[in-house]
T-cell receptor, first 113, second 114 residues
Framework: GESVGLHLPTLSVQEGDNSIINCAYSNSASDYFIWYKQESGKGPQFIIDIRSNMDKRQGQRVTVLLNKTVKHLSLQIAATQPGDSAVYFCAENPFSGTYKYIFGTGTRLKVLA | GAVVSQHPSRVICKSGTSVKIECRSLDFQATTMFWYRQFPKKSLMLMATSNEGSKATYEQGVEKDKFLINHASLTLSTLTVTSAHPEDSSFYIC??????????FGEGSRLTVL
C-alpha cells in the first residue's frame, strides 16, 4: 500500500551546522506535504508545507525541497540549535479534497553541543 | 495561532474500565477533527475522522465499538476507549481543521491501562 518512509531513524548534528532530514513517499497522487516537529510527550507542531506544484519552499531557518521525479522530500534546517532536537515527521496527503494525512516513520534529530 | 486542547494529558485506568478523552478547539470552530494513535517511537496512525453532527469515519482495522467518537459541537470531539485493556495503552492525539483548512494538533493524551 501507499507509504511514507524516512531514510534515517536518528540524525546527530553539531550545534550550528545544517541538518538535512529526508523522506521518501510512494504515492504519486499526493499533492500536499507537511513537515512536523514533535517534542517528547507533546503533539506535532507544523513546521512548513509544500504543494506538488512547487519544488522548494523556504521558511525561517527551514527549507523544504520536493523532488517529484524520485518522490523525495527533504527538510533542511540551517544553523541547527539545541531547541531543534525532536522527532521530525513528513506527512503526505494522497486523498485530494480531504485532510487525511499519511505520516512517515519519523527521524530523531539530536543536536550536539 | 489556533489552539487545540486535549484533556486529560495523562490517564491511568484499570483494565475493563472506559476512558474518555476530550479534544477542544479553543479559538476556532472545527467541523472536522481527527484522532490518531501513536506507539512509542512510532509514527502517528490515523484512527478516525470525526465530523460534527454525524458519525465518525473509521480507518480500516480500527474497531468503532472499541473507540467511540462523538463530535457533538463545533469545538469538541471526544474519544472513549471502552473496556480498556493493556494493549490499548498508547499516546492518543487529536487534530482539528479550521475553516481555512489548516490543521492544528493537540498536545496528546497518554493512556496507561493496568
Amino acid at each position: 500500500g501507499e507509504s511514507v518512509g524516512l531514510h534515517l531513524p536518528t540524525l546527530s548534528v553539531q550545534e550550528g551546522d545544517n541538518s538535512i532530514i529526508n523522506c521518501a513517499y510512494s504515492n504519486s497522487a499526493s499533492d500536499y506535504f507537511i513537515w512536523y516537529k514533535q517534542e517528547s510527550g507533546k503533539g506535532p507542531q507544523f513546521i512548513i508545507d509544500i504543494r506538488s506544484n512547487m519544488d522548494k519552499r523556504q521558511g525561517q531557518r527551514v527549507t523544504v525541497l520536493l523532488n517529484k521525479t524520485v518522490k523525495h522530500l527533504s527538510l533542511q534546517i540551517a544553523a541547527t540549535q539545541p531547541g531543534d532536537s525532536a522527532v521530525y515527521f513528513c506527512a503526505e496527503n494522497p486523498f485530494s479534497g480531504t485532510y487525511k494525512y499519511i505520516f512517515g516513520t519519523g527521524t530523531r534529530l539530536k543536536v550536539l553541543a | 495561532g489556533a489552539v487545540v486542547s486535549q484533556h486529560p494529558s495523562r490517564v491511568i485506568c484499570k483494565s475493563g474500565t472506559s476512558v474518555k478523552i476530550e479534544c477542544r478547539s479553543l479559538d476556532f470552530q472545527a467541523t472536522t477533527m481527527f484522532w490518531y494513535r501513536q506507539f512509542p517511537k512510532k509514527s502517528l496512525m490515523l484512527m478516525a475522522t470525526s465530523n460534527e453532527g454525524s458519525k465518525a469515519t473509521y480507518e480500516q482495522g480500527v474497531e468503532k465499538d472499541k473507540f467511540l467518537i462523538n463530535h457533538a459541537s463545533l469545538t469538541l470531539s471526544t474519544l472513549t476507549v471502552t473496556s480498556a485493556h493493556p494493549e490499548d495503552s498508547s499516546f492518543y492525539i487529536c487534530s482539528a481543521r479550521d475553516l481555512a483548512g489548516e490543521l492544528f494538533f493537540g498536545e496528546g493524551s497518554r493512556l496507561t491501562v493496568l
